[in-house]
């Protein structure tokens, strides 16, 4: 009997110290840091992602909608989109471990930035402008527009591009159109129906597929990338608006603003895996000034990000929190603080400097 209780004791020590040390090996596998673009403080914040910890906040132009990240994770970069009156043109870059504004970057004419791709290896990134119905290649450390493509569609929204950088698409809401270019000589290839109110957007990580939310038909319309040819149609909760692939392109996660759902897909197989509503707080009192604050009881998710096959970070434009949703049980695990309507949100392996 002794020798059993010994036995017994030693096997709980022995499974509290892997415990202990799987803890400590998921939290170094935690670090980087969160950047999210709040629209209504006009504000980007840094956010621990072990911790949830604001670590900094830094002033924007006015009302930032998307945020993107270069490659190698040393520079941020918000899209300043203006409020409904006053339209707006530029674009705040960021060293993120130095923690401070690099520069501006002004767009003339080419106003109401908003969808935004780094494009690997290089300085330039992708940046469409609704105001001038364009998609823009922009050199992010000389601040200069190296190109300017014309969509031909109302609201160009958001922007994707293969891994081979050859070939971008572009979604219209106003539309539900999906236009494509040839990133090499700036030729407009085809304009591709994808359903009403096409916004969200991502290529699989192997370049094969596209795959696109639709919000005015609560759809995702799957595309073959080098046919240009619609695949499938899929269900979604009601009004996808941004979705993103894992990176290991297992799983299709799609934020539902007006449902107040994250939707998880199986990639390969093209199917539902689980639709979660989200929970956290939201406030009895609805601000006329936000976006989609006609929506009821939703905490309006928008922006995500998935830096790895485990964890997604979801915006919630109306309760003002990130919601961090663990892909392998499919639960909500945690809420972080965040600014005033939180919206793009990005990762990077980079932590600012105290």
Request: net charge neutral; proline share 5%.
């Given at each position: 009997m002794k020798n059993l209780l010994s036995l017994s004791l030693l096997s709980i020590s022995l499974f509290l110290f892997t415990t202990c040390t799987l803890t400590k090996e998921e939290n170094k596998e935690l670090n980087g840091t969160l950047i999210v673009a709040n629209k209504s403080g006009n504000d980007i914040s840094f956010i621990d992602r072990a911790t949830g910890k604001t670590l900094k906040t830094l002033p924007t132009g006015l009302?930032?909608?998307?945020?993107e990240v270069s490659d190698d994770?040393?520079?941020?970069?918000?899209?300043?989109?203006?409020?409904?009156e006053n339209p707006g043109n530029s674009l705040s870059v960021y060293n993120i471990k130095r923690g401070k504004q690099l520069k501006t970057?002004?767009?003339g004419k080419n106003t109401r930035p908003h969808g935004m791709q780094w494009l690997k290896g290089t300085h330039n990134m992708l940046v469409t402008t609704e105001g001038s119905n364009s998609l823009l290649l922009?050199?992010?450390?000389?601040?200069?527009?190296?190109?300017?493509m014309n969509t031909e569609q109302e609201i160009s929204h958001m922007?994707?591009?293969?891994?081979?950088?050859?070939v971008a698409f572009v979604s219209s809401i106003q539309t539900g159109n999906v236009t494509v270019f040839n990133l090499e000589n700036g030729e407009l290839i085809k304009q591709l129906y994808s359903g009403k109110g096409a916004e969200g957007i991502a290529v699989s990580p192997n370049g094969k597929e596209l795959w696109v939310t639709n919000r005015g038909e609560n759809t995702i319309a799957i595309f073959d990338t080098q046919r240009l040819e619609l695949i499938q149609k899929l269900d979604c909760g009601n009004f996808p608006i941004r979705a993103k692939f894992s990176p290991s392109g297992k799983h299709f996660v799609v934020s539902n603003a007006q449902s107040g759902e994250i939707a998880v897909f199986d990639a390969?197989?093209?199917?539902?895996i689980s639709k979660l509503k989200l929970q956290p707080p939201v406030p009895k009192d609805q601000d006329p000034e936000r976006y989609f604050s006609e929506f009821k009881e939703t905490s309006v998710p928008i922006g995500l990000v998935v830096p790895d096959d485990q964890f997604v970070y979801v915006a919630n434009t109306r309760s003002d929190v990130i919601s961090v949703f663990d892909l392998s049980t499919l639960e909500i695990v945690a809420h972080f603080k965040a600014g005033k309507e939180?919206?793009?949100?990005?990762?990077?392996?980079v932590t600012p400097e105290k």
């Amino acid at each position: 009997m002794k020798n059993l209780l010994s036995l017994s004791l030693l096997s709980i020590s022995l499974f509290l110290f892997t415990t202990c040390t799987l803890t400590k090996e998921e939290n170094k596998e935690l670090n980087g840091t969160l950047i999210v673009a709040n629209k209504s403080g006009n504000d980007i914040s840094f956010i621990d992602r072990a911790t949830g910890k604001t670590l900094k906040t830094l002033p924007t132009g006015l009302q930032p909608h998307e945020v993107e990240v270069s490659d190698d994770g040393k520079y941020a970069v918000v899209s300043n989109y203006g409020d409904r009156e006053n339209p707006g043109n530029s674009l705040s870059v960021y060293n993120i471990k130095r923690g401070k504004q690099l520069k501006t970057i002004e767009l003339g004419k080419n106003t109401r930035p908003h969808g935004m791709q780094w494009l690997k290896g290089t300085h330039n990134m992708l940046v469409t402008t609704e105001g001038s119905n364009s998609l823009l290649l922009v050199d992010i450390l000389k601040g200069e527009i190296k190109k300017q493509m014309n969509t031909e569609q109302e609201i160009s929204h958001m922007v994707a591009a293969g891994p081979d950088a050859n070939v971008a698409f572009v979604s219209s809401i106003q539309t539900g159109n999906v236009t494509v270019f040839n990133l090499e000589n700036g030729e407009l290839i085809k304009q591709l129906y994808s359903g009403k109110g096409a916004e969200g957007i991502a290529v699989s990580p192997n370049g094969k597929e596209l795959w696109v939310t639709n919000r005015g038909e609560n759809t995702i319309a799957i595309f073959d990338t080098q046919r240009l040819e619609l695949i499938q149609k899929l269900d979604c909760g009601n009004f996808p608006i941004r979705a993103k692939f894992s990176p290991s392109g297992k799983h299709f996660v799609v934020s539902n603003a007006q449902s107040g759902e994250i939707a998880v897909f199986d990639a390969k197989g093209k199917k539902l895996i689980s639709k979660l509503k989200l929970q956290p707080p939201v406030p009895k009192d609805q601000d006329p000034e936000r976006y989609f604050s006609e929506f009821k009881e939703t905490s309006v998710p928008i922006g995500l990000v998935v830096p790895d096959d485990q964890f997604v970070y979801v915006a919630n434009t109306r309760s003002d929190v990130i919601s961090v949703f663990d892909l392998s049980t499919l639960e909500i695990v945690a809420h972080f603080k965040a600014g005033k309507e939180p919206d793009g949100i990005n990762f990077s392996p980079v932590t600012p400097e105290k």
